[in-house]
């Protein structure tokens, strides 16, 4: 089957770097996508990996592993407004998107 | 404003009641996507359309269905709800293959259905 696996919850403090962790198992792979949503708001687009490596963009980084079936979305520097929920989801060989459960960050001063 | 529009934004219906989601995708997007997210859930597919065609289904129930229009338009109909029903709709549209953007879903803001 495919599956997509991430931490229901993490805690960071303000200032912080946090690492939020996203494994997976799909039926092909064509790309994968970070995306930010807070609550009862709309999910937006955070990052795009389709080769192994590093994707920066500010604060917030991407990492992928293909081989490993494993990514990462790093956020330096946390501030209060990045209490959210992220999203890891996988374009698989349908070019359809698997979605995961989501990661809920709470921050704290 | 992400450029996808949402109507109605709050909806408050009985149970066995039938409703209407529409949905304005961004200026020049093709393709527009369904999704429903429970309380504390994630998101689930439901349908996608791309140029007034089905395109994919995912776990969307017989009760539901939905169409794209001529100008690119969608709705969602719900019908016979449920209380399970009450949810966020989100719709989400994307750039024709090889364009600008095309990996990348954009959302609208979301049609909240509550179900008494």
């Known amino acids: 089957g495919q599956n997509i696996d991430q931490p229901t919850e993490m805690t960071a403090t303000e200032g912080a770097i946090v690492q939020i962790n996203c494994t997976y198992q799909?039926?092909?792979?064509?790309?994968l996508f970070w995306y930010q949503q807070h609550a009862g708001e709309a999910p937006t687009f955070l990052s795009y990996?389709?080769l192994d490596g590093l994707e920066e963009k500010g604060r917030f980084s991407s990492f992928l592993s293909r081989s490993k079936g494993y990514s990462y979305l790093l956020l330096k520097e946390l501030q209060m407004k990045d209490s959210a929920s992220y999203l890891c989801?996988?374009?698989?060989?349908?070019?359809?998107?698997?979605w995961g459960a989501g990661t809920k960050l709470i921050i704290k001063p | 404003d992400s450029g996808v529009t949402q109507t109605p934004k709050h909806l408050i219906t009985a149970t066995g009641q039938r409703v209407t989601l529409r949905c304005s995708p961004r200026?020049?997007?093709?393709?527009v996507y369904w999704y429903q997210q429970s309380l504390d859930q994630g998101l689930q597919f439901l349908i996608q359309?791309?140029?007034?065609?089905?395109?994919a289904k995912g776990n969307i129930l017989e009760r539901f269905s939905a169409q794209q229009f001529p100008d690119l338009h969608s709705e969602l109909n719900l019908s016979s709800l449920e209380l399970g029903d009450s949810a966020l709709y989100f719709c989400?549209?994307?750039?024709?293959?090889?364009?600008?953007?095309?990996?990348?879903?954009?959302f609208g803001a979301g049609s909240r259905l509550t179900v008494l």
């Open positions: 989400a549209s994307s750039a024709s293959p090889g364009q600008a953007g095309a990996n990348v879903l954009t």
């Open positions: 200026s020049g997007d093709l393709s």
């Open positions: 359309y791309y140029n007034g065609e089905e395109r």
């Open positions: 799909t039926s092909g792979f064509n790309g």
């Open positions: 990996n389709v």
């Open positions: 989801a996988v374009r698989g060989s349908n070019y359809q998107l698997i």
